[in-house]
């Protein structure tokens, strides 16, 4: 597959798959995977370990980090990028993004959620995340896929419609 890929960016709210999907594409494509988990502050990881929603005050700077990962070169990142604004901010430093939207039935997302521990991501959060969540539209550079398919399936997707960019 051509190195020139652009930056790419695994969205969705929490348990559609993003660090599987991403760590996945990423090693199938030889790009480097990263977690946007990794780049919230303390302050953030407490918050939500709390069962508080973040709000925009909360995820700008993070996302700012993230941007500035992207802006340097080609890399995939999972970052639930859950607000039109929010992919805004992350296109302004790297143009040529693509996001990965993962999306699914809330029924789904919930028993994945409380079928696996999170260091601070408690599924009483969910609900929060899909009411702020604004699917990507029309204008924007992205690739949805629905999470019912197996991880290694929804990889091969993929890395087929990527080819096609």
């Not at 995977?33 to 502050?41: E, I, L, M, R």
């Not at 995820?59 to 929010?86: F, M, N, Q, T, V």
């Not at 409380?114 to 991501?121: A, D, K, L, P």
């Not at 009483?124 to 009411?131: D, E, H, N, R, T």
Request: proline share 7%; charged share 25%.
């Amino acid at each position: 597959m051509d190195n020139k890929l652009p930056p790419l960016v695994v969205m969705g709210v929490s348990g559609c798959g993003k660090s599987t999907i991403g760590g996945m594409l990423g090693e199938r494509l030889g790009i480097p995977f990263a977690d946007g988990d990794d780049y919230h502050p303390t302050a953030n990881k407490a918050k939500m370990a709390n069962g508080i929603p973040l709000e925009d005050e909360d995820r700008l700077p993070w996302l700012a980090e993230i941007g500035r990962a992207l802006a340097d070169g080609s890399a995939i990142i999972a970052c639930s990028a859950l607000k039109r604004r929010y992919r805004d901010l992350l296109r302004s430093y790297a143009p040529g993004l693509v996001f990965v939207y993962l999306s699914g039935d809330p029924a789904v997302l919930s028993e994945r959620i409380n079928g696996r521990s999170h260091e601070y991501m408690p599924s009483s959060l969910l609900q929060s995340q899909l009411a702020t969540l604004e699917a990507p539209e029309s204008d924007e550079a992205f690739i949805a896929v629905d999470i019912s398919a197996e991880p290694d399936v929804i990889v091969d997707q993929l890395v087929v419609r990527l080819a096609g960019n």
